[in-house]
């Protein structure tokens, strides 16, 4: 059942083609974090209505750019509500990103405030203006004006050491600054790299540029060998040049075919793609998955780089080909960085999912495998539906890993949802069939409903924002329920830095199989802090993240595979970090 969601117009918004509303929900929970009943509210952000009615924009647009709408004070999905609507001159569609693309609408400016002052204050209004009326109170007997205390004995942190990454010249903790200062762990492993372009006839001077930046860089940026350590050569002999900017595809799919490797180079292709990632028509927007599949066929990793940004902001370009650069790396078997942790023999398996509106793909997802240090063994890719591929691709992880490292110490899987019986019993029969004696731990890791319980600091500089590594637990008694911040903040000297993407915390609902798993407190700090080490894993931005790659990655591949024209990846994908 879906929660009470309270919608409150902006009366101070103006515009003439919408209007503006700040979205919150209200609930009630009994004892989960307190002794008594408990009124939950959270932000959910903004929403912006057409005050045309559908009626009147479809006759500039398709209805298949319609989602959500607002008819006679109730939220519809319209393709599958729209049963519901009588009068379509009284239905108003909620903006979304098809709407903005037919409407040429461009996007709000990015927002680097501190949302977590942003989102108290909007709680604060709303508990000022409705909960602590009179009118609420005699509905619901509200007797604390003021949010709940967290208690101590809920409270922890991770290990300091955690945030600890190992780079060649030593130990760091911003991925920002001692990528370039410690250099990577690991150069590029690969032999004979070489580097081609696929770009349009008209590119010719931005491709030249653009080599010239990654062979040498810049002042900052000392390009691809000195900052990323790929020792790379750029063989322009075999470059691949259209002439068709309207549809490429035809012409770079016969470059690819006709490409002739050889067996004893290592491949990199450089797509300057004429479309952006907002690019409204569907099939030209499919060409860079197109381009990057039957690039794998032919075992050549890839970067696609959008031709009118790097035009734009040639100057500004480096901070860009610093994540490439970090990107590239990575997929040449480099390592940038890793965990400080000793090697131990413990398998994490990670599954996530992506669900795509704009071609109807429903979830789909993939599982990676991965050691204790965070690098990765294997991944599937699967459909959400398919619950036996699913458990299948689990006990496969399991099957490959034990015959080489011998018997594990424990088996953690990572899941981007509550994990059904159905789906970890093939799991329980592998282990079993292996005769595994070790622990099966499943954390259900949630980075999309996180906002329905903040915590916040209000002893620090006025930001807010916990200590990177604190976990608060908001489970009852007996449910192992905990938020975790992950942010940079790491100690209460250093203001916020203003550039950061101020990360609310995630969830974790941490179970077992054999319950008296779960009565070991270390343990269960072990599992969390490994959670939080694992966001620090990520190779295709040196900004930090929230999300674990444990579920982060597998959220990259199963957003990337089903555009695919075959709906695999090649055997080639599986066995490098291509879709960086």
């Known amino acids: 059942m879906n929660d009470n969601q309270i919608w409150i117009g902006n009366r101070s918004y103006q515009n003439k083609s919408f209007a503006q509303y700040y979205k919150f929900t209200v609930k009630v929970q009994i004892k989960e974090v307190s002794e008594y009943g408990e009124l939950v509210i959270s932000y959910d952000g903004m929403a912006k209505v057409f005050k045309k009615p559908i009626s009147e924009i479809i006759k500039h647009t398709s209805t298949t750019n319609l989602n959500k709408v607002v008819y006679k004070m109730r939220l519809l999905k319209y ?60 509905v619901i007997p509200v007797n604390n004006d003021d949010y709940l205390p967290v208690e101590i004995n809920r409270i922890g942190e991770v290990a300091d050491e955690s945030n600890d990454l190992v780079f060649q010249n030593g130990v760091g903790r911003n991925p920002k600054i001692d990528f370039k200062n410690l250099k990577p762990l690991n150069p590029c492993q690969l032999d004979n790299v070489h580097f081609f372009f696929i770009y349009h006839t008209s590119y010719a001077k931005e491709v030249e540029a653009l080599q010239k930046l990654l062979e040498d860089g810049t002042s900052w940026y000392k390009g691809l060998n000195i900052y990323a350590g790929v020792l790379a050569h750029f063989d322009n002999d075999v470059n691949i040049v259209f002439d068709d900017l309207e549809n490429p595809l035809p012409q770079i799919a016969k470059g690819i075919k006709d490409f002739k490797s050889d067996p004893n180079i290592n491949y990199v292709a450089i797509y300057l793609s004429p479309f952006n990632k907002h690019e409204p028509n569907l099939e030209k927007k499919l060409v860079y998955y197109k381009v990057k599949e039957q690039l794998l066929y032919k075992r050549i990793i890839s970067q696609v780089i959008e031709f009118d940004r790097f035009r734009r902001n040639q100057h500004k370009f480096i901070y860009d080909l610093t994540n490439i650069s970090l990107a590239l790396l990575a ?22 999912a992506f669900k795509n509106t704009e071609e109807n793909i429903r979830y789909v997802a993939s599982a990676f495998s991965f050691k204790n240090n965070g690098r990765f063994n294997e991944f599937h890719y699967f459909s959400k539906s398919d619950v036996k591929q699913l458990g299948g691709a689990l006990s496969d992880a399991i099957y490959q890993y034990v015959p080489t490292n011998q018997i594990p110490e424990k088996i953690v899987i990572h899941f981007y949802k509550d994990m ?66 992950n942010n940079l903040r790491y100690n209460n000297t250093v203001k916020y830095p203003s550039h950061s993407s101020y990360s609310f915390p995630i969830k974790l609902k941490i179970s077992s199989p054999t319950p008296e798993a779960l009565n070991d407190s270390k343990m269960i700090r072990k599992l969390i802090e490994q959670v939080y080490q694992f966001s620090r894993l990520y190779w295709k931005s040196l900004r930090q993240q929230n999300v674990p790659i444990t579920i982060k990655y597998p959220e990259m591949v199963a957003e990337i595979a089903p555009r695919f024209e075959s709906k695999e990846i090649p055997p080639f994908g599986q066995e490098t970090l291509w879709f960086l």
């Not at 965990?339 to 996530?352: F, Q």
């Not at 070790?438 to 200590?467: H, R, Y």
């Open 79 to 138: 393709h599958k509500e729209k049963e519901f609507i009588d009068d379509n001159t009284k239905a108003f569609a909620i903006l979304n990103n098809d709407l903005r693309t037919a409407f040429n609408i461009q996007p709000e400016p990015k927002d680097e405030s501190n949302k977590y002052i942003g989102y108290k204050h909007k709680i604060d209004k709303f508990i000022q203006h409705f909960i602590l009326s009179e009118e609420f109170k005699k």
């Open 420 to 485: 059904k019986d159905e789906e970890i019993q093939p799991v329980l029969e592998m282990m079993d069939k292996l005769q595994l004696p070790c622990p099966l731990f499943v954390l259900n890791i949630n980075k999309t409903k996180s906002q329905d319980i903040i915590a916040f600091d209000q002893n620090w500089n006025g930001e807010l924002i916990p200590m990177s590594g604190t976990y608060i637990n908001i489970g009852p008694k007996g449910e192992y329920k905990y938020l975790l911040f």
């Open 331 to 352: 997929k040449l078997d480099g390592t940038p960085w890793q965990l400080n942790v000793k090697p131990k023999n413990e398998l994490v398996i990670g599954v996530g």
